[in-house]
C-alpha cells in the first residue's frame, strides 16, 4: 500500500485526533514533538507516512516525556532500608505533614509566640535533645553533609585521628577520608585493619590534633582476632588531652532495638553518656524518618557549628523538617512505635505473617507464570543502610524460576509500580518482609499488565 507522503506540522495540526495530545500534553510540547517527528523523518529520507503513523509515534514519545520518572516500587529486595530505593519509608502522617508544608507558608523561621524571626531548627532540636539527653541538637541535608559540617567546623586544617578499622566506605562517593580532606581536615591514621588500642590514640595526640573521631562500622564487620576502642574510652582519652570526640554513628537508632528482638545498634543516647561530644547520624536509615543528617551533642560545639556559613548551604527545607518533627515526636510513645513507623514494623515483622503474605502472592504468580516453578522459599532479610550488615532477620520469599530470569526481571520492572527482586542461585526471589497485607491487593492487581 502506498502511504501518504509527509504531511506539513500545520495540516497535522489541524487533524481532529491531534486533539487528544493537545488536550493531555498541551500546545508547546505536542507541537515541538510532532516537529521532532517530521524532521526525524526528513532526515532519514522517510517522506511517506499516514497521518495517523505520526501523531503514534508523536503520542509514544510524549507519554514518555510526561511519564514521572521517580515511581514508587515494591521493594521485594530483601534489604529493608535499600539506599537505591529510598531507604525508609515514612508514616503517613509524617509525608502529610511535608506536603502540607510545602503547599503553604509556613512558620518555618518566624517565632510564632512573639512574631519575631525564629530558627528553622528549633522546630526539632527540643525533641532532639529531649530523645537523645543532648544539650543541643542541630541538622543538615544528610549525615554525609552532617560528618563533613563537623569537621569544618571543629577540625578546619588540623589533625583528627581515626582508627584504620573505621576508614569506611559506605557506598557512592562516601568515604572517610574523601570527606575529611574535603571538609578541610587532616586524616591521622591509628591502628590496624583489625586491632586500635587507647595507646595508639594517646600516642597520635599532638599540638596539632583537633579532635578524636569514632566512626560507626557500617556495612561491613571485622570479626576474628580483633579490638577497638569504646566510646568511653576513646572520650577519656580526649577529654584528657583538652580535645573533643566525635562520633559518626550512621545509623543511628534513637532506641535500643533489643527491645524488639533485633540486634543491637549503637543509639546517640548511650554516645553521649559515654561522652562523646558530638554525634551524627542519619534521618532516614533505622531512624524511619527523612533523609536528613542528625548532629547532637554539647552546647559549645553545636553553636560553633551552626554558626559555619556551610551551615546555610547544608541546611533542611521545610518539608522535610515538619516530616522530621512528625517522626520525631512518635519516639516520645515508644509502646506505640512499632504500629505507628513503618520501617520499624518492617524490621519487626514476624516471620510467620511473612510466609502467609508469601503463600498467597505465590498462588498469585503461579497463575501469571504457569509454566514456572514458583515455590515459598525460607530467606534471610537485611536491615541495610549499613546497620548490621549481616543477614539476620528470617523472612519468605517467593522463588520463580525456570530460566531467562533476567527478561523476568525486567517484565517486573515494566508493571505500574515495578516489582524489584534479586536474582539469585538462578531464581528470582521476592521476599515478602516488605509486601505488608494492605499492599497485597495492589501488588495482585497489575500483574495481569505484565508483558
Ligand atoms: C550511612 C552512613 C553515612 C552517610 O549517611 P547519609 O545519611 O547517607 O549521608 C555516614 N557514616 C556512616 C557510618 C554511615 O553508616
Not at 165 to 185: N, Q, T, Y
Not at 424 to 449: I, K, S, T, V
Amino acid at each position: 500500500m502506498m502511504a501518504s507522503p509527509l504531511p506539513s506540522l500545520d495540516s497535522l495540526l489541524r487533524t481532529p485526533s491531534v486533539a487528544v495530545l493537545l488536550a493531555r500534553f498541551g500546545r508547546a510540547a505536542t507541537t515541538e514533538t510532532l516537529r521532532h517527528v517530521l524532521a526525524d523523518r526528513r532526515a532519514g529520507q522517510r517522506f511517506h507516512a499516514p497521518d495517523e503513523e505520526i501523531l503514534d509515534q508523536a503520542a509514544d514519545i510524549l507519554a514518555a516525556l510526561f511519564e514521572r520518572s521517580q515511581k514508587p516500587v515494591f521493594n521485594l529486595t530483601g534489604t529493608v532500608l535499600h539506599t537505591n530505593l529510598g531507604r525508609s519509608p515514612m508514616p503517613r502522617e509524617a509525608a502529610e505533614a511535608a506536603a502540607e508544608a510545602m503547599r503553604s507558608a509556613t512558620s518555618l523561621e518566624f517565632d510564632l509566640g512573639t512574631g519575631k524571626r525564629g530558627e528553622r531548627d528549633n522546630h526539632i532540636a527540643p525533641l532532639l535533645c529531649r530523645l537523645t539527653g543532648a544539650e543541643a541538637a542541630t541538622v543538615v541535608n544528610n549525615n554525609a553533609a552532617a560528618v563533613m559540617l563537623v569537621l569544618n567546623t571543629l577540625a578546619l586544617g588540623k589533625r583528627v585521628p581515626v582508627s584504620r578499622g573505621e576508614l569506611i566506605e559506605i557506598g557512592g562517593a562516601f568515604r572517610v577520608p574523601d570527606i575529611m580532606s574535603r571538609a578541610g581536615a587532616i586524616l591521622h591514621e591509628v591502628g590496624t585493619t583489625n586491632r586500635t588500642h587507647p595507646r595508639d590514640y594517646v600516642q597520635a595526640i599532638g599540638p596539632e590534633t583537633a579532635a578524636l573521631m569514632r566512626v560507626h562500622q557500617a556495612n561491613y564487620a571485622i570479626t576474628g582476632f580483633t579490638a577497638s576502642v569504646p566510646t568511653d574510652t576513646l572520650a577519656r582519652i580526649a577529654h584528657d588531652a583538652n580535645l573533643l570526640l566525635i562520633e559518626d554513628l550512621g545509623s543511628g537508632s534513637l532506641i535500643d532495638l533489643a527491645r524488639w528482638g533485633l540486634p543491637h545498634e549503637p543509639t546517640p543516647t548511650e554516645a553521649l553518656a559515654a561522652g562523646a561530644d558530638v554525634v551524627t547520624f542519619s534521618g532516614d536509615k533505622l531512624l524511619g524518618g527523612p533523609q536528613a543528617g542528625l548532629i547532637v551533642g554539647n552546647k559549645a560545639a553545636i553553636a560553633q557549628i551552626n554558626a559555619n556559613p556551610l551551615k546555610r548551604a547544608l541546611r533542611l527545607d521545610k518539608g522535610r523538617l515538619a516530616a522530621l518533627e512528625v517522626v520525631l515526636r512518635l519516639y516520645l510513645d515508644p509502646d506505640r512505635l512499632v504500629e505507628k513507623l513503618p520501617a520499624l514494623r518492617l524490621l519487626t515483622r514476624v516471620e510467620a505473617d511473612i510466609v502467609a503474605t508469601a503463600e498467597r502472592m505465590a498462588a498469585v504468580i503461579k497463575r501469571a507464570w504457569p509454566n514456572r516453578p514458583v515455590s515459598v522459599e525460607f530467606c534471610r532479610s537485611q536491615i541495610g543502610s549499613g546497620a548490621m550488615p549481616v543477614d539476620l532477620l528470617p523472612s519468605a520469599a517467593v522463588a520463580i524460576g525456570g530460566g531467562a530470569l533476567e527478561s523476568l526481571a525486567a517484565a517486573l520492572r515494566a508493571l505500574p509500580r515495578p516489582v524489584i527482586g534479586r536474582i539469585a542461585q538462578d531464581r528470582m526471589w521476592l521476599d515478602c518482609r516488605c509486601l505488608e497485607p494492605a499492599e497485597e491487593a495492589a501488588f495482585e492487581a497489575q500483574l495481569p499488565q505484565l508483558v
